[in-house]
């Protein structure tokens, strides 16, 4: 079983940053890769960014890719994403999510097993 809890969203101006982190219970951290989702109001949940159970490959949204960054930290049991040059279409309630995704399957929310209660980040233009 994991545990993970979001922080670090917020109300930021288009064209700001904000740093994201997923901190994990449990010591079976460095088992999973790690993913972050988004959903906005009345849209489906869709895939942000993935980082593997290394830390060596990393996985990005088209519509994030060269703005967001994800990395982990094994000893601290946290994920990170570092989001910049945010855009008011960024706004939405972000989700962490720990899993083991098949090969090609790293933006599938079915392949992730646990999930975090999400934060809010609302970018203003």
């Known amino acids: 079983q994991v545990q993970l809890v979001e922080s670090g969203g917020g109300l930021v101006q288009a064209g700001g940053s904000l740093r994201l982190s997923c901190a994990a219970s449990?010591?079976?951290?460095?088992?999973?890769?790690m993913g972050w989702f988004r959903q906005a109001p009345g849209k489906e949940r869709e895939f942000v960014a993935a980082v593997s159970r290394s830390g060596g490959i990393r996985y990005y949204a088209d519509s994030v890719k060269g703005r967001f960054t994800i990395s982990r930290d094994d000893a601290k049991n946290t994920v990170y994403l570092q989001m910049n040059s945010l855009k008011p279409e960024d706004t939405a309630a972000y989700y962490c999510?720990?899993?083991?995704?098949?090969?090609?399957?790293?933006?599938?929310?079915?392949?992730?097993?646990?999930w975090g209660q999400g934060t809010q980040v609302t970018v203003s233009s």
């Open positions: 449990g010591s079976t951290f460095s088992s999973y890769a």
């Open positions: 999510a720990a899993g083991v995704p098949g090969l090609g399957r790293w933006a599938s929310r079915s392949e992730y097993y646990y």
